[in-house]
């Protein structure tokens, strides 16, 4: 019986040391820890998009933590589960904001259980007016294409010609346009790239786009690079008139254009014919202006849209000659025909020598009466005698004429 109550005694003094003990470690209210480099949380930024507002402040808002508090209590925490909020929601002015912070415990332990020393106990954020605008993308051209190659920066495309910028407004005001700068050294084929882009200032440097945000980050650039080659220009000539083409002066201006295209285009294309010059229908030295027409997927690179044509005819020589003799030819059986037309001046052009041997009795003017009936419009065949080969009537003529059933005679 008395060891039994030895062995009690003995083991409730155990027991005794052991809550003591566990008092002295975990109970007692004046230990104290510190944690370093605790990052603070910004909260309430939203509020500050909403006033055009926005946060300068860059990287981490580290700080340290003394906690007090008992060893049960403080041994909970560590560097990862401590939360340090601060709000940015009340901030309405740009400029410098001390900021207090609200400490979050985990959930084990008890609020007022411990308390806690900041250092430093506020946190400093940097706050800008925001701004945001369009601004133009400027392409600049360095080195230059082959010789024979050319870049057509009048077809240049970009799938953004404006960007949207948008931060702090002292550095958005500085911004005056974007620049992209393609290389076209030695370029035989059309560029279709993206690049990005440099943002500057109006006189043409660089601004500082830290805080700076686009709504892209590269632009995408179509230049069409194609062959260059110089064609003449050319029209084609019907002799008539007393003139061919030996005897008329043609000179075009400009003589030739650059055009661009394809390399098997470009190789099909010897010449650009502007059109067909009837010289019949030249009564005199003219000049005439035409359109500069260019097959498809051809480039007028010298941007000229017409040519001038002059025709002259410095070998030749024009007179005018009344007739007043018509010849029928073709009139059908049983008819009668009488010309209304009682004279015709016709303008004769040919070379010098010949038109000083010509008279009105040498030109022989025809009227082909086929299928014609009653009053008809008739274009009359002037002919020339054999051995005045250079001679031509220049213009359009026409006599009109009557044909009518060869009266009866009345029987007797």
Request: charged share 25%; glycine share 6%; hydrophobic share 35%.
């Amino acid at each position: 019986m008395t060891k039994n109550k030895l062995g009690a005694l003995a083991l409730s003094f155990v027991i005794a040391l052991g809550l003591w003990m566990y008092v002295r470690a975990y109970v007692k209210t004046d230990y104290d820890q510190t944690f370093y480099n605790i990052p603070v949380a910004l909260e309430g930024q939203a509020n500050l998009t909403d006033r055009q507002l926005m946060l300068l402040s860059e990287g981490d808002y580290e700080v340290n933590i003394k906690v007090h508090g008992s060893r049960q209590d403080v041994s909970k925490l560590n560097s990862g589960n401590i939360q340090l909020v601060a709000d940015l929601s009340k901030i309405s002015e740009p400029g410098e904001h001390n900021l207090t912070y609200n400490i979050i415990y985990p959930g084990d332990v008890p609020t007022g259980a411990v308390s806690a020393e900041k250092n430093p106990d506020r946190v400093k954020v940097v706050i800008a007016r925001k701004k945001t605008k369009e601004i133009p993308v400027d392409v600049i051209f360095e080195g230059d294409v082959p010789a024979d190659y050319i870049k057509d920066t009048s077809a240049l495309e970009l799938d953004y010609s404006f960007v949207e910028i948008a931060g702090p407004e002292e550095v958005v005001d500085r911004i005056d346009h974007a620049t992209i700068t393609v290389d076209c050294a030695g370029r035989t084929e059309s560029i279709y790239e993206s690049y990005r882009y440099e943002l500057q200032d109006e006189k043409g440097k660089p601004v500082d786009a830290e805080w700076i945000t686009t709504n892209v980050s590269e632009v995408k650039v179509y230049l069409p690079v194609t062959m260059v080659k110089k064609v003449p220009l050319t029209v084609t000539l019907l002799d008539g008139g007393g003139a061919t083409g030996e005897t008329t002066t043609v000179v075009i201006e400009p003589m030739e254009i650059s055009v661009s295209g394809s390399e098997a285009a470009l190789n099909a294309l010897t010449e650009l014919n502007l059109g067909t010059i009837d010289l019949a229908q030249i009564t005199e030295d003219t000049q005439k202006s035409y359109e500069i027409s260019l097959p498809e997927g051809i480039r007028n690179v010298s941007n000229l849209p017409t040519a001038t044509v002059t025709i002259t005819f410095p070998k030749l020589a024009t007179r005018e000659y009344t007739i007043t003799e018509f010849v029928p030819l073709n009139l059908p059986e049983g008819m009668v025909w009488e010309p209304l037309t009682k004279q015709l001046t016709i303008k004769v052009r040919g070379l010098k020598a010949e038109i000083q041997k010509l008279n009105e009795t040498d030109i022989l003017v025809q009227v082909d009466l086929t299928g014609v009936e009653n009053t008809s419009a008739v274009e009359p065949i002037i002919r020339f005698p054999e051995s005045l080969t250079s001679l031509g009537a220049v213009g359009s003529y026409s006599i009109s004429v009557q044909v009518t059933p060869q009266p009866t005679t009345p029987e007797e």
